[in-house]
């Protein structure tokens, strides 16, 4: 965001009167006096300092994408003293924590934030946010199976919601598919796979609504940007930031 949008948020001044305190060079980027008015910052990252007085916005909420490697546990602490998210996610502000889960043996996209709205939204069936998976299960998957998986199976006595699935190899008894999905049931891809004969051998997370995995490495993460902000808030019906 620009510097002066971000003072102004913050309500030191409006957005013309930043202008001017920049100018002026009251204010400090990281600890350097900057007076270019296009300077832009990272709320989540940038120290601000306005007459060397910290400078927040009043309501500075974290989102995070995690690449969750397998073998690690979706929860802040666990008794058992297994590896957890937490172990991976360093430096961030205490009430971060995961929106919904991935099984320990899951890969891939996790979003960890302290917006308790937008956690919720996007847990909450409602919303219908597609996750999208990439699943490798043994056997070859049939048109029939794949169909059974689209239509919908019982699990748990209920049907499954309609689902995308597409084959995107299939290669020495191994089928590779991406799998769409918007609900979020206890082990729902591997129980569904499962239900169509062909056992998953691995699982990652690609997408959750408009954020992408994308090249980030297993264990690392990082901050959401504004544009997937946005087009997440406007997925979950949120008013814009
Ligand atoms: N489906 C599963 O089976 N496991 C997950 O972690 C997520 C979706």
Known sequence: MRLNRFLARSGAASRRGA?????????????????????????????????????????????????????????????????????????????????GRLDAGTAGLLILTDDGELAHRIAHPSYEIDKVYEVEAKG????????????????????TAPAAVRV???????????????????????????LVGHPVTRLTRTQVGPVELGELPPGRWRHLNEDELRALREALEMRPE
């Open 140 to 159: 070859t998957l049939s048109e029939d199976e794949r169909l059974k998986l689209e239509r919908g199976l019982m699990l748990d006595g209920r049907l």
């Open 168 to 194: 995107v190899s299939t290669a020495r008894g191994i089928t590779v598919a991406e799998m769409t999905i918007h609900e979020g049931r206890k082990r729902q891809v591997r129980r569904m796979f499962e």
């Open 19 to 99: 202008d001017a305190l920049i100018e002026a060079g009251r204010v400090r980027l990281n600890g350097e006096t900057v007076t270019r008015l296009g300077t832009t910052v990272d709320p989540g990252r940038d120290l601000v300092e306005l007459d060397g007085v910290t400078v927040a916005l009043p309501e500075l909420l974290t989102y995070i994408a995690l690449n969750k490697p397998p073998g690690y546990v979706v929860t802040m602490s666990d008794p058992q003293g297994r590896r957890t998210v937490t172990h991976l996610v360093t430096g961030v502000p205490a009430g971060v924590v995961p929106v």
